[in-house]
T-cell receptor, first 114, second 113 residues
Framework: NAGVTQTPKFQVLKTGQSMTLQCAQD?????MSWYRQDPGMGLRLIHY?????ITDQGEVPNGYNVSRSTTEDFPLRLLSAAPSQTSVYFC???WGTGLNTEAFFGQGTRLTVV | SQQGEEDPQALSIQEGENATMNCSYK?????LQWYRQNSGRGLVHLIL?????REKHSGRLRVTLDTSKKSSSLLITASRAADTASYFC?????????????FGQGTRLTINP
């Protein structure tokens, strides 16, 4: 049982490049979300999904797109990378809509935009 | 916006001592959760306390919740070197049919052998 798997673990991008951060879970969780973690800021919600075909914006969605075509996968796309998007990105999943349940986190993707 | 404010930002104690971390928040919540993050790793769920609960235990962990003061505390008893990590509180609210977690900035705990 792998849990939540994120790829890649590390990535360096040039300003203006695009890329997709992959996230997959094998727990049949309906709720999936993406966070970014910056020093001194805790984790901030970027986008979330309550099921296949349903996504919505979180606290800091600008510059990111998501889609949810299957229950298992929730990729995060950076459209045109900027240095301000240098961060550690975490994908998480929860059972159902997540209320009163714990979130399971991936190991993170450390992204540097130069 | 950051919902949870954690205190202290950093804590260093000797192995065997107890560690207490505090979390304050601003709005009503459905539950409050505590997570641990080891260096370079993802967050791991420790304990969840619902808004109608006042205290909860799990092994060496004790969590309290005071909704009138909008605050929570995490106590780790008999600390071990392996407890060295960052600890985050996350407040949970049901918004548009989904639980939204808002994380604090975390407390960095160091256990000295």
């Amino acid at each position: 049982n792998a849990g939540v798997t994120q790829t890649p673990k590390f990535q360096v991008l040039k300003t203006g490049q695009s890329m997709t951060l992959q996230c997959a879970q094998d727990m049949n969780h309906e709720y999936m979300s993406w966070y970014r973690q910056d020093p001194g800021m805790g984790l901030r919600l970027i986008h979330y999904s309550v099921g296949a075909g349903i996504t919505d914006q979180g606290e800091v969605p600008n510059g990111y797109n998501v889609s949810r075509s299957t229950t298992e996968d929730f990729p995060l796309r950076l459209l045109s990378a900027a240095p301000s998007q240098t961060s550690v990105y975490f994908c998480a999943s929860s059972w159902g809509t997540g209320l009163n349940t714990e979130a399971f986190f991936g190991q993170g993707t450390r992204l540097t935009v130069v | 916006s950051q919902q949870g404010e954690e205190d202290p930002q950093a804590l260093s104690i000797q192995e065997g001592e107890n560690a207490t971390m505090n979390c304050s928040y601003k709005t009503s919540i459905n539950n409050l959760q505590w997570y641990r993050q080891n260096s370079g790793r993802g967050l791991v769920h420790l304990i969840l306390i619902r808004s109608n609960e006042r205290e909860k235990h799990s092994g060496r962990l004790r969590v309290t919740l005071d909704t009138s003061k909008k605050s929570s505390s995490l106590l780790i008893t008999a600390s071990r070197a392996a407890d060295t990590a960052s600890y985050f509180c996350a407040t949970a609210r049901l918004i548009q049919g989904a639980q939204k977690l808002v994380f604090g900035q975390g407390t960095r705990l160091t256990i000295n052998p």
